[in-house]
């Protein structure tokens, strides 16, 4: 999913970018990157079958390797484990993407990916060599301001857990 929708943002930004020539259009534009990289991830369901068979989690090589069943449950995708138990069959993904025009450096996140801007300081006295400022907020439920305008604008179709998770 994140392969999916990082191609599609990459590719909405570089055919659309000349067209830019504010902060507000910038803005506009990566939140529309943004949209086109979710439609994108979206589409993978629009294209899944079920299908014999397993695949494995997380994959070959690691410490633990969980196989599971694609199927069709009440008309719903899911995902069953070796004890035939159902899990909603979801996907993740998170991104950041940093943009320097000019002078300005614009950044857009989602989920729970970070951005951190290193600088050297303009004065050397100091003994800081570098300087590094957080320029994004997380981006899941575990963020009260974030909780909040998920269940605002999203529900009854989304429910965020007591972990955070949403």
């Keep these: 999913a994140a392969r999916v929708a990082g191609l599609e943002m990459v590719s909405f ?7 830019c020539t504010s902060t507000a259009e910038m803005r506009r534009l990566l939140s529309d990157a943004f949209a086109a990289g979710h ?19 997380p994959g070959e090589g690691s410490p633990h390797v969980d196989e ?3 199927c069709k449950q ?6 069953k484990d070796a004890e035939g138990d159902p899990q ?6 998170t991104a950041t ?7 300005d450096l614009f950044v857009a996140w989602a989920g729970d990916s970070s951005a951190v801007l290193l600088f050297e ?24 301001l974030e909780r909040e305008r998920i269940l605002r604008h999203y529900t009854p179709h989304t429910e965020v857990m007591e972990d955070g998770y949403i």
Excluded: M, W
């Design 13 to 19: 930004l570089t055919n659309n970018l000349g067209a």
């Design 39 to 57: 439609t994108a991830c979206l589409k993978i369901y629009d294209t899944l079958q079920p299908r014999g068979g397993t695949y494995k989690y």
């Design 68 to 70: 599971y069943q694609i």
């Design 74 to 79: 009440r008309g719903q995708f899911v995902a």
């Design 88 to 93: 909603p069959l979801e996907f993740g993904a």
């Design 97 to 103: 993407i940093a943009l320097l025009r000019g002078d």
């Design 121 to 144: 300081p303009d004065d050397s006295s100091t003994g800081k060599h570098h300087t590094a400022q957080l320029l994004t907020v997380p981006h899941n439920g575990n963020n009260p």
